[in-house]
């Protein structure tokens, strides 16, 4: 039976994007700030499958579709830790596109089980190789099989425009266009990017912040521009500042986090501290915008939740806060 109205029945892919933009600024209750500061939450973790990376997948799979780069019934194959593809998988699953994701073996079991959810197949790359030997298998895999079609979130400009056309527009109408700084993890570089550019061009003397993980100390999601790759999406000329965060700042940031009512993943928590580090500087009535890029779940095996801090710091010397 068809509804009678459109605006109760949509796809899910027209519930990509539109995200909340909460006031989180009670956390600010911890540091010294000038009058009216505020600080506000971008909730990309409401996307359908959790993360922000909804946004890029569609993009990068729409844009592909456009160019003809992507025919009906091809596979799609992507190296990915986790987020995109997810995102990819259930996209796809919705366009007719089969999906394989190169993921190293270490991932958490809610990523591998998620992807299957969604009916990708799922390729273990080496853990130890890290993220890095995924893309080189799955780079393989495409010069042995050009019937697969890689939308490499690092390299596709439909990564950055996707928080162009979409995120930014969206953050201008939540706060009338009035930001003093916007903080986001650096991934792919494709949210700052493609936010830092938009707002950019709406004020020119708004920050652009990027939250930065230590060399050798991991923050899912996040990558250090120190380890010598420096993802071509990403312009760095955008950044006024790169704030390095480490994993068990990140860790307290996540779990205060959740105790304002936002459960999310560890880069929001990274964010999120270099945010209040920003928030002590900033001039009276600045607001400040993090993104948090998405929610707790997928990290529940980890141990994130339930191991105390000092535990943590004994696993942190093996680079690894779980
Ligand atoms: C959890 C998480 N946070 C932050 C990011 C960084 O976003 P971006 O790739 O746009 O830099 C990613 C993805 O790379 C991510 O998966």
């Known amino acids: 039976m068809k509804l009678a109205t459109d605006t109760h029945a949509r796809s899910v892919l027209d519930t990509i994007g539109h ?21 506000y939450a971008k909730l990309e973790s409401a996307n359908p499958t959790g993360s922000v990376k909804d946004r890029i997948a569609l993009a990068m799979l729409l844009d592909a579709r456009e160019r003809g780069a992507l025919q009906p019934g091809q596979t799609v194959i992507e190296p990915t830790s986790g987020n995109t593809g997810i995102a990819l998988a259930m996209i796809c699953g919705l366009l007719g596109y089969p999906m394989r994701a190169v993921m190293p073996a270490n991932a958490t ?22 993220s890095n030997g995924g893309v080189r298998m799955a780079q393989a895999l495409v010069a042995e099989d050009p019937s697969l079609f890689m939308p490499m979130q690092y390299e596709n400009p439909a990564n950055p425009q996707a928080h162009y056309d979409g995120t930014a527009v969206e953050l201008l109408d939540q706060t009338d266009g009035i930001i003093h700084t916007f903080v986001a993890g650096l991934g792919t570089g494709g949210t700052l990017t493609g936010v830092g550019r938009r707002l950019r061009e709406h004020d020119a003397h708004v920050k652009i912040v990027a939250a930065e993980p230590m060399p050798g100390d991991p923050i899912m999601g996040l990558r250090s521009l120190e380890e010598g790759y420096t993802p071509p999406v990403l312009d760095e000329t955008l950044l006024d500042r790169r704030i390095i965060v480490n994993n068990i700042n990140s860790v307290h940031a996540t779990r205060a986090l ?65």
């Open 19 to 39: 995200t909340p933009l909460v006031d989180v600024s009670s956390l600010l209750g911890e540091i010294e700030t000038a009058e009216g500061v505020r600080l």
């Open 109 to 130: 079991p809610e990523r591998v089980k998620m992807l299957q959810t969604y009916g990708a197949e799922v390729i273990p790359s080496p853990a130890e190789l890290g």
């Open 258 to 322: 959740a105790k304002a009512g936002v459960f999310a993943g560890v880069s929001a928590g990274a964010a999120l501290h270099v945010a209040m580090r920003v928030a002590k500087d900033a001039p009276a009535g600045a607001n400040i915008v993090f993104l948090v890029a998405d929610s707790g779940w997928k990290y529940l095996s980890s141990g994130l939740w339930d191991r105390d801090l000092d535990d943590l710091e004994v696993h942190m010397e093996s680079g690894h806060w779980w």
